[in-house]
T-cell receptor, first 119, second 114 residues
C-alpha cells in the first residue's frame, strides 16, 4: 500500500550541482504535481503533469525541469542547484483535478517529502 | 486571483481545549475548499473538504463549514488531544482550472500540551 513514494528523503548539494528527485505513485493517477514548502510560505506549485508525456509550469518553475515519461513516475530536476532552492519538496497525485465536480472531487495524495539543502 | 489566508501560528492549547483556526479565501469561479494536516516528518493528508456553499466537512472530530457570504472555511474542534499537534493547511481549488492544483494557505502550527 505504497501510495506516493519520493526518493531520496534527504540530500545535501553544493551550489552548481545537479540532481533529480523521483516521485512514484501506484494508484494509476493521471495528475501529478511537484510543490515546494518553505517556512511561512505554505506550499507552492513548481510544475505539474496532466498525463503521461505532458508537463506544465506552475507558480514557481524557474530553475527546475520535469519529465513524465511513464504514467507512474514524475521526475523533478535541478540542473544547477542554488541556495534559494533549499526547501522541502512534495510530490502529489490525483485521478483528476481536485475540482468542484462531485464525481471528480478526488483529493491529492502526497508523498512524505524530500528535504533538500544546498550549500 | 485565487488565494487563501489563514491565521498565523503557532497556536498552543491545553488538552481538551476548543480549537478554531481561521481561514478566508478569494477565488474566481466556484472553489472547493480543503483542510490538510501535516504531522511531523510526514506529507500532507486530507483532513476534510467541502465542495459547495453551506457544506460542512467533518473528520476525526474536526469540522469546517463553507461560508460563501464571508468567504471563510474555519476549522474547529471541540476538544483537542495531544495527538492533534501538527501543521494545518487550508486550501482551495477552482472548478474549470486546467491545472487542478491546490492553492494553499501558509499553514498554522498547532501544539497541544497535556
Amino acid at each position: 500500500n505504497a501510495g506516493v513514494t519520493q526518493t531520496p528523503k534527504f540530500r545535501v548539494l553544493k551550489t552548481g550541482q545537479s540532481m533529480t528527485l523521483l516521485c512514484a505513485q501506484d494508484m494509476n493517477h493521471e495528475y501529478m504535481y511537484w510543490y515546494r514548502q518553505d517556512p511561512g510560505m505554505g506550499l507552492r506549485l513548481i510544475h505539474y503533469s496532466v498525463g503521461e508525456g505532458t508537463t506544465a509550469k506552475g507558480e514557481v518553475p524557474d530553475g527546475y525541469n520535469v519529465s513524465r515519461l511513464k504514467k507512474q513516475n514524475f521526475l523533478l530536476g535541478l540542473e544547477s542547484a542554488a541556495p534559494s532552492q533549499t526547501s522541502v519538496y512534495f510530490c502529489a497525485s490525483s485521478y483528476t483535478p481536485s475540482t468542484g465536480l462531485q464525481n471528480s472531487n478526488q483529493p491529492q495524495h502526497f508523498g512524505d517529502g524530500t528535504r533538500l539543502s544546498i550549500l | 486571483g485565487n488565494s487563501v489566508t489563514q491565521m498565523e501560528g503557532p497556536v498552543t492549547l491545553s488538552e481538551e481545549a476548543f480549537l478554531t483556526i481561521n481561514c478566508t479565501y478569494t477565488a474566481t469561479g466556484y472553489p472547493s475548499l480543503f483542510w490538510y494536516v501535516q504531522y511531523p516528518g510526514e506529507g500532507l493528508q486530507l483532513l476534510l473538504k467541502a465542495t459547495k456553499a453551506d457544506d460542512k466537512g467533518s473528520n476525526k472530530g474536526f469540522e469546517a463549514t463553507y461560508r460563501k457570504e464571508t468567504t471563510s472555511f474555519h476549522l474547529e474542534k471541540g476538544s483537542v488531544q495531544v495527538s492533534d499537534s501538527a501543521v494545518y493547511f487550508c486550501a482551495l481549488t477552482v472548478y474549470g482550472g486546467s491545472q487542478g492544483n491546490l492553492i494553499f494557505g501558509k499553514g498554522t502550527k498547532l501544539s497541544v500540551k497535556p
